[in-house]
């Protein structure tokens, strides 16, 4: 007899996502049993240096973007492998009474392909497709690949916060307009992206014969920018947009959407291959209580899982706990610090992958320092997304806040994600053509007290607002500052090393960030003559001229060299009438 020949192992790249298929029960979104609730399917992957229990999710007939079903037999699980070399996996679809909230226990049901094997290769991707790269997490307040040791900075859109409301997506529709004071006013209508249609390139994904190509050509658009990050809420009933959900309909918590949220997927994977982080803001103010009345019970827990399960094999992901979390006058139903560290400590043990995980802030004290002041310290909590209404103090509040968490014991990651005032925030550019006081006190204020990024609010009362943008074109010049300054960070400075000191330069109104006798990056709010305290070090310090308006290469100022030991004069910039960076670092 003939040996059978052995069939070769499957091959997927390293930190490309494996969907794997299970044909189960037949099912629907609508079945007496509850296929969200009822069943549970749980993937271990193991390689010889490590193991993941990841959860699966019920995929009705395995392609409901393209085919919108709402019943099929399929099961799927989304895997991204970290190590390369031989894995293996087994599959376990148990079925009882809410199961899912639940490890262990229920009785399991047969499924086809239940077990096997594969080898993970080297990626192929390069550039800023964070397959390239591997998975983000926090360290130092920074982010970090967690495999190459690489630092991250973050700019990009923190508007129109509800991304997801856009027509191509199934059973997506605004609830309601909105008139009220205080808040962006809507009408009947979501996003098409109509302005960015332009912007999809052929190869690129659509579902159900072509759609998907405004919100697709978007992300281009914010990739062809150098913006790597876009903020979105994926729950807004009873708050703004009141056009976002997760689920079938917007009255029942159980049950999930197989479609709309298969759609989602695709848009979420293109961002990936764009070096778009997933910055996914998991509910509003307005209605942070009404799940479980604002405890991590059976409704959060499920929402939580289902999110997880569909969209935790991202490598640059955050998890944010929710838009101005917690009592302010204009809320005052809203979580308690127990819920919140429930929250918090849930999406922990329920994450296989270690995703940061911040709070968005209310916009001004006393509500910002009561609800930050009672979780400082806890472990589970990577940092802020903070919000600030008055931009001229971002940078102090951005120090502030790093310094509480690091007396505490527990270096928060800050984010500088919302910038005020609520009505105005960013404007278009054709009212402010190269964002003088954002450019300031917002985007160099901030990364150089220590944030680790910068999002753009578009305000409330603009043309173009948080709910209604259609096209970022309108803040094109924002978008190459910002690049100007993450260029800046990313090519120039060990940022993960160093602390803010504004107080060594003079005049005031500069921010000087600094490692102790290695390097300073000082902004200059103007061209003037400023002096820089150098008398802890008596290292001798190349300069360089950094122009914040055409980013570019360092140039030559005034002077080549300055000595430590003693207040210096930084001397006088390439050109005058501007705001500069100036560069000092340590000749060997």
Not at 18 to 45: D, H, K, M
Request: glycine content about 10%.
């Amino acid at each position: 007899m003939t040996k059978e020949k052995e069939m070769p192992l499957a091959e997927y790249q390293q930190w490309h996502t494996i969907t794997l298929p299970f044909v189960g029960p037949q099912t629907s979104e609508s079945a007496a049993e509850n296929p969200f609730l009822n069943y549970r399917l749980t993937v271990e992957f193991h390689h010889k240096d490590v193991k993941y229990s990841v959860r699966g999710f019920f995929a009705a007939d395995g392609n409901a973007a393209e085919t919108s079903a709402t019943s099929g037999s399929v099961w799927q699980v989304r895997f991204t492998p970290d190590k390369l070399g031989k894995w293996s996996y087994s599959a376990h679809l148990d079925k009882g009474d809410n199961i899912a909230l639940i490890e262990g226990g229920g009785t399991p049901v047969e499924i086809k392909n239940a077990a096997g094997e594969f080898m993970v290769i080297p990626s192929d991707k390069k550039g800023a497709d964070f397959r390239a790269h591997g998975r983000l997490v926090t360290d130092k307040g920074y982010f970090r690949f967690k495999d190459s040791g690489k630092y991250w900075l973050k700019g990009g859109a923190d508007s129109p916060e509800n991304l997801l409301a856009f027509e191509d997506f199934d059973d997506t529709y605004r609830m309601q307009s909105m008139n009220e004071d205080g808040e962006a006013k809507t009408n009947d209508s979501i996003h098409s992206y109509e302005p960015h249609l332009k912007d999809w390139q052929d190869g690129d994904p659509t579902w159900k014969e072509g759609q998907g190509k405004g919100l697709i050509g978007a992300m281009n658009y914010l990739a062809s920018k150098g913006m790597n990050v876009a903020y979105f809420l994926t729950l807004n009933i009873k708050g703004d947009g009141k056009d976002v959900w997760p689920y079938v309909t917007p009255d029942d918590f159980m049950r999930f959407d197989v479609s709309k949220l298969d759609q989602w997927e695709i848009v979420f994977q293109h961002m990936q291959s764009k070096g778009i982080l997933l910055h996914m803001v998991l509910q509003e103010t307005e209605n942070e209580t009404i799940l479980d009345n604002g405890d991590t019970g059976p409704l959060r827990q499920l929402y939580f899982r289902e999110l997880m399960a569909r969209f935790g094999h991202h490598l640059g992901i955050n998890f944010n706990l929710g838009e101005e979390n917690g009592y302010a006058e204009f809320t005052p139903i809203s979580q308690n610090d127990s819920q919140r560290k429930s929250m918090t400590d849930f999406l922990t043990e329920i994450d296989p992958y270690d995703h940061p995980i911040l709070l968005h802030t209310h916009s001004h004290e006393p509500y910002r320092g009561i609800i930050l002041d009672s979780i400082l310290g806890f472990k589970n909590l990577d940092g802020l997304s903070l919000q600030v209404d008055k931009r001229e103090g971002a940078a102090e509040v951005v120090s502030t806040w790093k310094q509480k968490s690091e007396r505490a014991g527990h270096n928060w990651m800050i984010t500088m994600d919302e910038i005020g005032m609520w009505h105005t925030g960013a404007q278009s550019d054709s009212i402010t053509p190269n964002h003088d006081s954002l450019r300031r006190y917002v985007l160099w204020g901030t990364l150089l007290s220590g944030a680790a990024g910068v999002e753009w609010y578009f305000g409330a009362n603009n043309r173009y607002n948080d709910l209604n943008t259609e096209d970022w074109r309108t803040r094109d010049r924002l978008w190459e500052l910002t690049k100007h300054a993450l260029d800046f960070f990313q090519n120039h400075l060990p940022y993960w090393e160093m602390r803010p000191d504004h107080n060594l330069v003079e005049p005031l109104g500069a921010y000087c960030f600094m490692k102790n006798g290695e390097v300073y990056a000082i902004y200059l709010p103007d061209s003037n003559e400023h002096t820089l305290n150098l008398g802890a070090t008596r290292n001798t310090f190349e300069v360089k001229w950094f122009d914040p308006l055409t980013g570019g290469d360092l140039q030559t100022g005034s002077l080549e060299s300055i000595e430590g030991g003693r207040v210096v004069s930084l001397g006088f910039p390439p050109s005058m009438g501007q705001d500069w960076i100036v560069l000092l670092r340590r000749i060997e």
